[in-house]
Every structure is written in structure tokens, then in C-alpha cells.
């Protein structure tokens, strides 16, 4: 399909001011100039990241030679930093474009050229599909190539911009999407380009562990954990690390973790810690986690760590805090990690918090931190992050708090949408999600009782917007057991 009233060489001079236009990140003029091209896939294609993948596909059912197709090769191209920056700096981009890509062919060469020593590394760690041909080559090339016409490296791109909720789908298209999807190297791609999606997996009283895209807003129920009856039984901790869902129990034979792989969909025993425990401090930032402090197997309570590394499986133990606790929570803020509140071993609330330096490999104690503590009835403190600013939902006063750095206090921002105090905490979920704040809590109703999934942002001046239902989950109790987010 040709865009009508665009003369070849017009079509080119459109194609290099909107590589121009993805360097400096004008997305009105960008959209402006797809305006220009008359062609509203190509539009869409490139406006809605979500959408890539339907566009592909009636894009390109053409000649191999499509303008288009080297429309959203340049865009993809610019945009995820194939050109070095010193030839973008030195160059006016239309003649940089020009001179990498003539009418028929991309150079890959040129590219590679100025491929740095990371993105080479995740070049060599592709997955390889090798085809047999079978004698009809027509039958067969559906295999040879993600997009005809396309190359694969082009083509992975567009599929990291795509939703991860289509990928156990375009999984079953054929072999070689199959291998793509289940290697993990689009969530590699993903995190290189800071492509993420966040979804909720959540575990209540009624309902065993589902995931929520709120993008969507579409419910996924994950396969049954095939755990003993204790562990089904007992309370747990669960924590979200790159693409695994780890969920801490206690078996019949000690303490375990049962981890669920995204890329595989299934459940599988997790690498033990170095000294399991229960009742710990917990976060997340990408691919590592951290545990601290909580209760060993006798009910010590402890002031070691150890990190999680999802891509190697492996604990590393790290440096104490300086003080044991337990029932307290952990968060990652401005590249440390932190704890706070929770109960000494001498059953003593604790007010002050700690800050791990990663580089240093020291604790920082912080005094006053959390004042009020946390008392042995309640649950660990509340608390999310949200652009590196730290939240936290008061379990007496209904009310969410915001902390001030500077000054190592706490202000008011906004009500709750839900009851805290009636529980002591208990059974409710304060997460962050991307740039947003969740609230998920049971409510009862004539009809039964249901979990509610409260939305907030908390922008500058925004205290006073309402919170927004994103969901109204029916038959699973008022209890939020378990609550992870996972961010890939």
C-alpha cells in the first residue's frame, strides 16, 4: 500500500526528519509528520508501542521493498541507539541514514560497527533456530525469518515493544517464536531498552496466586503451586525479582521457596537462602533482591542479609545490620536499600531504619525514621516507593503518608481508600506500581465479598484526585494474603 500524493524522494526526506524527530524525543511533531504520510497503521504503529505486533502483520503483507517496512527500520534504529551518539552529534541525521541504508537493503555491517561491548554481549546471547528445508521453500520460510523482508535483529525490537501479554501467544505461532519467547532474551532486550510492564500477582483468601495486567485489565490465574499441604497452609512472603515470583513458606521438613518462572509459566523449588528464615525485610530493584533480619528455623531473631541474583539463582550473604529485627520492610530507594520499623528480640518496637550502600557494603543506621514503630500485633510497616519518593500507609489513622528526606519526617497526603485499623494492617496490600500507588483490600458486599484495586499517582498537587478502582476481583475473600508486583 502506497501513500498517495508522496513522491519517492519526498518519502525519504519524511523518513530522515523522523529519525531526526526520535533522536530529540518530539513525540507531537512525530505524530505530526506520520499525519503527513496519510498512512494510519504506520501511525499507529509507531504511537502505540502495545500494538506493534498486529501492525507487523498487516504491514508486512507487501512487496519486500515497502517503503514502510524502512520507515519503522529507521525509527527502531534511532530509537534504540544503533547510530553511535558521535555520528548523530557530527552529522544532521539525514545524511548519517542515507549513507548506512540505500533503497533496497539495510547495511547490518555499518550497524554493528557501532554496537558498544554490552549490547554486542546480548547480541551473541540470541536464541538460534536452525530450519530444515523440506521442499517447499514458500512452506518453509515462515520459519527463516520473524517478518519477512525483515531483518531478525529489527524484528526483536519490535517484539520487546510489544505487550508481554501477547507473548505466550505469538509463542505458539511457530518453532522459532516459540524459542524467542520461552529464552528470555526479549525481557534482556526489554530492560536494555527500559521497556517495563508491571503486573500484580496476588494471592487472597479465596483465590490462589493470580496475575493482573493493569493495562489491560485483565486477570490470569497461574498454575497450582504443587507444594505440600503446610506450606499450602502456613503464612508466606512473596517478592517479585526480574522474571520469578519467589514465595517463602514453611514445609513439613523446614523452611522452603517455591519459585514461579514467567518464561517457563510453571513452579519450580527456588535455591535456598544461606540461612533460611521467615518474618524478613524484603525488595526488589531489577534482577537482585534483598532479604533482611526476620526469625530463623527456632525463632531467632536476626540481623543478617543476603541478595538474590534471579539470573544466577545464587544468595549471596551480605554484611549485618547493626540491629536484629523482625515484621520489619525493606524497599530500594535512590539505588540502596532500606529497612525499617519492626520488633527487636527483646520485643521492643523499633523507630529507626537502616540503609544499605551497595558499592560501600555498609549499614547506615537512620534514628526516628519510622516513628510509632511497629508493634507485635501489627503487620510491617506499609510501605512503597514510587520515584525514588517513599510512601506509606498508616495502619492507625487511615491515612497515607509521604517522607521527606531532608528532614526525616512524615506528612499527610491523602486518605486511604480503605479501613487499615480494623485489621492492624493485616490483609491489605500497599504496593507501587510504575508510577502509581495500589491499594488492594477486601470490601463486602450484598452479593459476597470482593477485592478492590485502588489506583493512585501521586504527582505534585495531585493529593486532592480521587483514588481509582482499576478492578473488582469477585469471589476471593477480603483477605490479601500474598501481593507481589513484578516490573519486566
Known amino acids: 500500500m502506497e501513500a498517495a500524493g508522496i513522491s519517492p524522494a519526498a518519502r525519504l526526506d519524511v523518513i530522515c526528519d523522523l529519525s531526526n524527530l526520535c533522536v530529540l524525543g518530539l513525540i507531537p511533531q512525530l505524530t505530526k509528520k506520520m499525519e503527513d504520510l496519510q498512512d494510519c497503521d504506520c501511525k499507529s504503529l509507531v504511537a502505540v508501542p502495545g500494538s506493534v505486533v498486529l501492525h507487523l502483520f498487516r504491514l508486512f503483507n507487501q512487496q519486500d521493498n515497502s517503503w514502510q517496512k524502512y520507515t519503522l527500520a529507521y525509527f527502531l534504529l534511532v530509537r534504540n541507539e544503533y547510530f553511535s551518539r558521535d555520528s548523530r552529534k557530527h552529522s544532521d541525521g539525514k545524511n548519517q541514514l542515507l549513507d548506512c541504508c540505500d533503497d533496497s537493503e539495510l547495511d547490518l555491517d555499518v550497524l554493528y560497527a557501532d554496537l558498544d561491548s554490552k549490547e554486542l554481549e546480548l547480541k551473541l546471547q540470541k536464541p538460534v533456530v536452525k530450519t530444515q528445508s523440506k521442499g517447499d521453500s514458500s512452506a518453509s520460510g515462515s520459519n527463516d525469518c520473524f517478518f519477512p523482508g525483515l531483518h531478525d535483529d529489527l524484528a526483536q525490537d519490535c517484539l520487546a515493544w510489544a505487550s508481554r501479554s501477547d507473548y505466550p501467544s505469538l509463542s505458539c505461532l511457530n518453532k522459532k517464536f516459540n524459542l524467542l519467547i520461552n529464552s528470555g532474551y526479549l525481557y534482556r532486550l526489554r530492560r536494555k531498552y527500559g521497556i517495563v510492564e508491571h503486573w500484580v500477582y496476588l494471592a487472597c483468601s479465596l483465590m490462589p496466586w493470580e496475575a493482573f495486567d493493569p493495562s489491560r485489565k485483565r486477570w490470569m490465574r497461574l498454575p497450582r503451586m ?21 514465595v517463602f513458606g514453611r514445609e513439613y521438613t523446614g523452611l522452603a521457596i517455591w519459585m514461579y518462572n514467567l518464561l517457563a509459566r510453571g513452579w519450580s523449588r527456588c535455591t535456598p537462602m544461606n540461612l533460611p528464615r521467615c518474618l524478613f525485610a524484603s525488595g526488589s530493584f531489577g534482577e537482585i533482591a534483598i ?51 519492626g520488633v527487636s528480640s ?20 537512620i534514628h526516628d525514621m519510622y516513628p510509632g514503630g511497629t508493634s507485635a500485633s501489627q503487620s510491617p510497616p ?53 508510577d502509581r500507588l495500589l491499594v488492594i483490600g477486601g470490601h463486602r458486599v450484598p452479593r459476597g465479598e470482593v477485592i478492590l484495586l485502588h489506583s493512585w499517582c501521586p504527582e505534585d498537587g495531585n493529593g486532592g484526585a480521587d483514588w481509582e478502582v482499576l478492578s473488582v476481583k469477585e469471589r476471593a475473600g477480603v483477605f490479601v494474603y500474598n501481593c507481589a508486583i513484578m516490573g519486566c
Open 226 to 246: 504443587p507444594c505440600d499441604e503446610c506450606f499450602s497452609c502456613a503464612d508466606k512472603e512473596s517478592l517479585a525479582v526480574g522474571t520469578q515470583l519467589l
Open 291 to 341: 532479604v533482611a533480619g526476620g526469625c530463623d528455623k527456632n525463632g531467632q531473631v536476626l540481623k543478617s542479609a543476603e541478595l538474590y541474583n534471579s539470573e544466577t539463582g545464587h544468595w549471596e550473604t551480605l554484611p549485618d545490620m547493626n540491629l536484629p529485627r523482625r515484621l520489619s520492610s525493606g524497599f530500594f530507594m535512590d539505588g540502596k536499600f532500606y529497612v525499617i520499623g
Open 346 to 365: 527483646q520485643r521492643d518496637s523499633l523507630t529507626c531504619g537502616e540503609e544499605y550502600n551497595l558499592e560501600t557494603r555498609t549499614w547506615r543506621r
Open 382 to 434: 506499609l510501605v512503597a516507593v514510587v520515584n525514588n519518593q517513599l510512601y506509606a500507609a498508616d495502619q492507625a489513622t487511615n491515612v497515607v503518608k509521604k517522607y521527606d528526606k531532608g528532614n526525616n519526617t512524615w506528612n499527610i497526603v491523602k486518605p486511604l481508600p480503605v479501613r487499615a485499623d480494623s485489621s492492624n494492617g493485616w490483609g491489605l496490600a500497599f504496593k507501587a506500581c510504575g
